[in-house]
């Protein structure tokens, strides 16, 4: 298992999921795809997004969160989101966690985003989310700045 993962619950945007795979691919990153994808992996976007990465990063389909949440019964779920209080950098990441991000257009839904293990990133009052891509930049650098890779 990675020093990190990195789980996307029904990305919908081919190019962030690209971006993101990139990301994944330079850190040592596992990637986890949830449920059901806004577009194909074959897509021309997502493709060029990860450009010649693809065959660097490990990525994995998955049916549900509780499906993975059953693979790695050791590893803690942090659950990235705009409606917990909880910041970020206030964790302390271990081996094998996984950070999960919801979609694009609506984030995770409430029974996530409401456990112990949500975590948000601050922004400026006011303002509704940051692009998921930066958002997973910025979570898989806390860990690597905590743990290395």
Not at 127 to 137: D, E, G, Y
């Amino acid at each position: 298992m990675a020093t990190i993962n990195v789980a996307l619950y029904e990305p919908e945007i081919p190019q962030n999921t690209g971006n993101i795979a990139r990301l994944c691919a330079c850190t040592g990153a596992d990637l986890y795809l949830i449920g059901k994808l806004g577009f194909s992996l074959s897509d021309k976007y997502t493709k060029h997004a990860g450009l010649d990465y693809w065959d660097s990063v490990h990525i994995e389909r998955v049916h549900t969160i509780e499906d993975l949440q059953e693979r790695f019964p050791e590893a803690t779920f942090y659950y990235l989101t705009t409606k917990s209080k909880k910041l970020y950098t206030d964790v302390k990441y271990k081996d094998g966690d996984f950070l999960v991000f919801g979609p694009e257009s609506r984030g995770l839904p409430k029974e996530y985003v409401t456990r112990d293990t949500a975590v948000t990133l601050p922004m400026k009052e006011g303002q509704r989310s940051l692009n998921l891509s930066n958002s997973v930049a910025v979570a898989v650098y806390e860990v690597i700045k905590q743990n290395g890779i």
